[in-house]
């Protein structure tokens, strides 16, 4: 299993991308502080690290200094409030290896991530994900219900992939809001809801059943 740091000192942005992380499959652990994000950087126990700049004690960018200067060439994504363009500039030329700006959306750190980490692995990565007849391939945003194509929008192809990650399991609309349209969602909207049914419209009425009181589920 894939570890990944999460270096962020604001608690509910950092609980937030832990449990879709975990949710995803990913181990992880919390540095609230920059001095504590570069030792465990140091560690070698972790795949990739998601770096906020404003950090008490050690900000992101001297953490990012630190590490491309000891060699390390883990993979740096920096998550920020920041993102003037000298500040992205700094970032990138710095050597992080991606920089996202917040608010931020999910399953936009999410995909990014997951680039990072097939780039980093010499295997590349399983390039589509299937269940029953529907296969959505990851790199080309492309889905196919038994063999024809079918036309998603970025956020239904996104909302399609959380499902076919998680067949067989309930996800609460709170749980596919925050994953998919952000953490800073409003949690009373009923987006989910439409865009399921818009899901349901493309890939077959009979795909997504409805959990009642709880959430959705691919069966």
Request: cysteine-free; charged content about 30%.
């Amino acid at each position: 299993m894939a570890s990944i740091l999460i270096a962020e000192d604001e608690a509910r942005i950092a609980g937030f991308v832990e449990k879709g992380l975990r949710a995803a499959g990913y181990a992880t652990q919390i540095a609230a502080t920059g001095t504590d994000a570069l030792h465990l950087a140091q560690t070698d126990e972790f795949d990739l690290l998601v770096l906020d700049v404003n950090l008490p004690g050690m900000d992101g960018f001297q953490v990012l200094e630190q590490l491309r200067g000891s060699g390390s060439r883990m993979p740096i994504i920096m998550l920020t409030a920041r993102v003037e363009l000298q500040d992205t500039v700094a970032g990138l030329e710095g050597g992080a290896d991606d920089y996202l700006g917040k608010p931020f959306r999910f399953d936009e750190l999410l995909a990014r991530i997951r680039l990072r980490m097939r780039k980093d692995d010499d295997s590349g990565g399983a390039p589509a994900l299937s269940h029953r007849d529907l296969t959505l391939d990851i790199r080309t945003r492309e889905a196919r219900v038994a063999g024809t194509r079918v036309e998603l929008s970025a956020r239904e192809f996104a909302l399609a992939e959380e499902f076919v990650r998680n067949a067989g399991h309930v996800l609460s609309r709170e749980q596919l809001l925050s994953r998919v349209w952000g953490y800073d969602f409003d949690p009373g909207s009923n987006v989910a809801d439409v865009y399921v049914g818009y899901l349901r419209q493309k890939l077959g009425s009979d795909r997504i059943e409805t959990v009642r009181g709880v959430g959705y589920r691919m069966v």
